[in-house]
């Protein structure tokens, strides 16, 4: 830091770990970001994506102005339209037939506001987050067992538990800061056991005691069986239960039959592993079990968070040091959705829209002429409404539908049958923008100001780095501008502050503990208070004395049921139903290490884009062989919805039966990756959360002839390929290509799709006998365009050619037949320093005792965000195994 850079405070936009982030703003406008140290989230620690916040921060592919019908249009207009096509279809067709999907990434001021237009002055609750598709499961299960949505715990208890049980949550990957702190915890006390729980072995298993590879879906089964084996060894805490809990004999007596051997076979785990992990629980006084989207994510998923929470209620193991259940949040402010009311079936401040005392406080509040009295559609029934008529016009805030939304092709062509879709992004194109009549131009991190909520339940101040892009403006004041042109008195709000402050007040209303929520210590924050305001968690309440409030929930009772007891819910077993004979495998989806979503702000990093360049899905070794699918081969994964074509990775760490592919990509980086089109859309009948893990596809060779590798400085225009997929470099695009017939005109093709111009310089090689063709294309001496084509999948060091484009000397000696052995460093492992695998092995095979920290002296590996320790893990424990072998990219 240098003495004219100004230090600014905010939070991280992507997970819901909630770090803090120092932004050294220079005078020139340069942002540098590191990790802020006084953050109770991270204390100074960022992942990659953190670290690499500064590098998403450009102009580039931001929508800067809106637009109605794909022509640039100035605010007033485009704003008018949106009002007047909202009153227009509610005095024609009733309120219920608009619509907001809203999402965790947006403030809660900018969601206070929405949800005040849409339940309070519009009257339908038809509005509904993207959480809904993340954290519903959890937020049903909170309510049923405690009569709130609460997460009881703090992160601190990770760190002094003597057992954490990971379960459907891929923390190294996703959570990364929170995996840090317990590998540091483990690191301090070695006694610490940590187990995961999981079908797949993931880069989260490599710190862990234990990997169970459960079945897909079988968890419930796995928490039954425990709650019963609790009960037998006398784990009960029959106090805690007797005055604080209600239910657990019919939770029991559902608990009864499953012996370990019924577990064993409900999820294919041996005996021995389950019984191992049911002692732990029974015996380690500090248990916390950590939870996220394997649970979620199910047609079963509030059973399976309630089957977990019966197990820490049982034992009194909730709301203690070290001691709880504890669902991690997905998205930087998903938890602050749930505070501030962005589900359909909720109202706002925590209260329900089915109690009519709820009811008058919120409308009193808002002055609001009416109040919404039952739920609203719930994401995957609002857009089944809009593909039937039912919904007619809809806005869509901080989300990518067409890409991240079960039956996705469906949801597509809803929307672009849809009579009037406005979609506010910062992007101008995403597969979502490309279905709207209007697109507004949001003003993303670094230029916004409001607040979020972590995990942890700590809210957390998003502070404006630099001036909008363009003319884009915060989400909260597009939302008031077209409730003001609606016709809707109190929406003139001047800062987010404004509408913090009502916001605060509003939790503390008439509450006097009755309600968890509460931040009324904050209702009458001045505009000073809120520009310095530190993190802070709830409860916060006014007049309550600090050391009074206790930093968890529950450790002795006071639920928010009516009796302020806890119900422990009995959760029957239902398994998955039997495969398909077409379609055999299970589809489990989920994230990779340095991609958010739908990739519109990572996949403009060329540092973010590097880790994994392609669409991939792991199949399990036996699976591929009987398939004659090859490692790096094309396959294609196919049910009566849809079909996507993908890489395949041959792992074991897949279970047979079952394969995995990643969310990411979308129909403008890959040709067909959006693998949301084969998901279907059954849902948890509790919570509406759809089942993203859990659809059932067949899986076939995709029967390319023809494979290309390619890069160049502009990205193609159009690319006339069976299979491609884009990623970002620094000097451009680099592309992945296959056809099902090799192009007649290579020369033409090539041209094309690299954009030569007549007076480029071309040169090229051909491999007549291995079917192999390069070309290189220079400009005034600097590379243009590469392209290897050949008739098997392309073996080259893909990372070393994009290296070297800029000055084409890798190319050319490419050309001469293929890089220096010495100079291929292997897929990318570590981003901050640019460690490939190979070097990282070339380090391990010459270490006599390596260990992660051995290697990062060696090569700096694993040694800046440590966000790819894991990994660096795993290579010396597979040399261990088997003596040095080649690391696979991913
Ligand atoms: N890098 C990165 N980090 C992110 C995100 C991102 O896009 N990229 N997104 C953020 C968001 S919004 C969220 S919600 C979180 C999600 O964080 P996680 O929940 O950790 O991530 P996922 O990869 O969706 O799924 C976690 C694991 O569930 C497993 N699973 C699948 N089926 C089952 C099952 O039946 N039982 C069990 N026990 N496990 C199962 C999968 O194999 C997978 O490893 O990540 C957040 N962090
Ligand atoms: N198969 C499968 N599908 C899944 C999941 C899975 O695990 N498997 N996970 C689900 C989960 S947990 C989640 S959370 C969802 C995520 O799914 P989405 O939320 O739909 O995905 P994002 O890419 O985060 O979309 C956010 C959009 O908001 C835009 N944006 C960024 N900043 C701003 C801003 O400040 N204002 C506005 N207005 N827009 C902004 C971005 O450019 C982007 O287009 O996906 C769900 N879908
Ligand atoms: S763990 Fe990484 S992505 Fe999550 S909040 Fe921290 S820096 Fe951001
Ligand atoms: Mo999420």
Redesign the pocket.
């Known amino acids: 830091m240098n003495a004219t850079q100004k230090v600014i405070r905010t939070t991280c ?1 992507y997970c819901g770990t909630g770090c803090g982030v120092k932004a050294l703003v220079s005078p020139t406008g340069a942002i540098e970001i590191c990790g802020d140290d006084e953050h109770p989230a991270n204390f100074g620690r960022l992942c990659v994506k953190g670290a690499a916040l500064a590098e998403t921060l450009t102009e580039e592919g931001r929508l800067l102005h809106p637009k109605v019908n794909g022509a640039r249009a100035d605010w007033e207009t485009a704003l008018r339209l949106v009002a007047d096509r909202f009153r227009e279809t509610i005095a024609a067709h009733g309120p219920d037939a608009v619509a907001f999907y809203v ?5 809660t001021e ?1 969601y206070y506001v929405a949800n005040r237009l849409m339940k309070g002055f519009i009257g339908s609750a038809n509005i509904d987050t ?2 809904r ?3 519903a499961s959890s937020v049903a299960g909170h309510k049923r067992a405690f009569g709130a949505d609460v997460v009881p715990n703090v992160y601190e208890d990770l760190e002094t538990a003597d057992l954490v049980l990971l379960v459907g949550s891929n923390l190294a990957w996703c959570h990364p800061v929170l995996y840090q702190r317990l590998e540091a915890a483990k690191a301090r006390r070695p006694d610490l056991r940590i187990i995961d729980i999981d079908p797949r072995r993931t880069a989260t298993s490599e710190l862990c005691d234990a990997h169970l590879a459960l079945a897909p879906g079988s968890d419930v089964a796995l928490f039954l069986g425990l709650l019963t084996y609790l009960d037998r060894v006398g784990a009960c805490d029959h106090d805690y239960v007797a005055r604080h809990t209600s239910g657990v004999e019919t939770a029991l007596a559902a608990a009864k039959p499953w012996s370990i051997g019924d577990v064993a076979r409900a999820t294919g785990v041996v005996a021995s592993e389950i019984e191992a992990l049911y002692a732990l629980f029974a015996t380690r006084e500090r248990v916390v079990t950590v939870y996220s ?1 394997g649970v ?2 199910s047609v079963h998923g509030t059973d399976k968070v309630n089957a977990i929470l019966n197990c820490h209620l049982f034992t009194g193991r909730i709301g203690k040091p070290g001691s709880g259940p504890f669902s991690v949040t ?2 930087p402010n ?1 938890m602050g959705g749930r505070e501030v009311g962005g589900l359909a079936n909720q109202l706002a401040c925590h209260m329900e829209l089915d109690d009519p005392h709820h009811r008058a406080i919120v409308q009193s509040h808002w002055r609001a002429p009416t109040i919404a009295d039952r739920p609203g559609l719930k994401a995957v029934e609002m857009f089944d409404a809009v593909r039937d008529g039912r919904v007619r016009a809809i806005w869509i ?5 067409a ?4 039956q996705a092709d469906v949801v597509r062509a809803a929307l672009a049958a849809c009579p009037f879709v406005v ?5 101008e194109h ?1 597969d ?2 490309a279905l709207a009549s209007v697109v ?1 131009p ?4 670094s ?2 100001d409001g607040t979020v909520t972590n995990s942890e339940r700590r809210i957390s101040r998003q502070r404006a780095l630099r001036k909008g892009v363009g003319e884009s403006l ?2 909260w004041r ?1 939302i008031c501008r077209v409730a003001t042109l609606m016709g809707f008195e109190g929406f003139d709000y001047q800062t987010p502050a404004d509408i913090f402050r009502e916001y605060a007040a509003l939790s503390g209303r008439l509450n006097h503990g009755a309600r968890d929520f509460d931040i009324s210590v904050h209702e009458e924050a001045t505009q000073a208070d809120y520009d310095r305001l530190a993190p802070f968690q709830w409860p916060s309440r006014k007049g309550a004395r600090k050391s009074s409030e206790a930093k968890r929930f529950f450790g002795r009772g006071g639920f928010f049921t009516p009796d302020r007891r806890a119900r422990l819910v009995a959760t029957p077993y239902v398994a998955p139903a039997p495969h398909e004979q077409h379609t055999p495998f299970v589809l489990n ?3 990779i290490r340095d991609q ?6 990572t996949g403009v990093s060329p540092r973010l884009s590097r880790h994994i360049a392609e669409p991939f899905v792991e199949i399990h070794p036996a699976d591929a062989e009987a398939l004659r699918i090859a490692p790096a081969s094309l396959v294609r994964l196919s049910n009566a919805r849809g079909a996507v074509v993908l890489r395949a990775l041959v792992t074991e760490r897949q279970r047979r039966g079952a394969v995995f ?4 990509w979308t129909g403008l980086l890959a040709s067909a990756a959006r ?2 089109a084969l ?1 279907g859309a059954a849902t948890d009948p509790v919570s509406g959360q ?1 089942g ?2 859990e ?1 059932r596809v067949t899986v076939v060779p995709f029967p390319a002839q023809w494979f290309a590798f390619a890069l160049t400085r502009e990205k193609p225009t159009s690319i006339a390929a069976d299979y491609w997929a884009l990623a970002r470099t620094r000097f451009g695009w680099r592309i992945a290509l296959a056809r099902l017939k090799a192009p007649p005109d290579l020369r033409g093709f090539t041209q094309a799709l690299l954009g030569w111009r007549d007076d480029d310089v071309i040169a090229s090689a051909e491999d007549r006998a291995r079917g192999a063709c390069r070309f290189v294309a220079t400009r005034n001496g600097r590379a243009q365009g590469l392209l290897i084509a050949s008739t098997q999948p392309v073996a080259a060091a893909r990372d070393f050619l994009v290296d070297g484009f800029d000055d084409a000397q890798p190319a050319f000696r490419l050309l001469a037949g293929g890089p220096a052995a010495q100079a291929d460093r292997g897929g990318a492992i570590c981003i901050c320093h640019g460690v490939g695998a190979k070097e990282i092995e070339a380090a391990i095979a010459r270490d006599a005792a390596p260990s992660v920290d051995s290697i990062g002296r060696a090569t700096r590996a694993g040694t800046g965000c440590g966000s790819c320790r894991p990994e660096i893990h795993r290579l010396v424990k597979a040399a261990a195994r088997h003596g040095a072998t080649p690391a696979q990219a991913v």
Do not use: Y
């Open positions: 936009p999402s965790g990434q947006m403030l900018d993207n959480s598709l993340c954290m989207q979620n994510q997905g998205q998903a805030i901080g989300a990518n539908p890409v991240s939304l079960p979609v506010s992004d910062a992007m995403t979502t923008t507004l949001a003003q993303a991190w230029e916004k915060p989400d597009i989806t989920g994230r958010w979503h739908t990739m519109t702000r592919a990643p969310f990411h693998v949301d998901v759809p993203l893990k659809a």
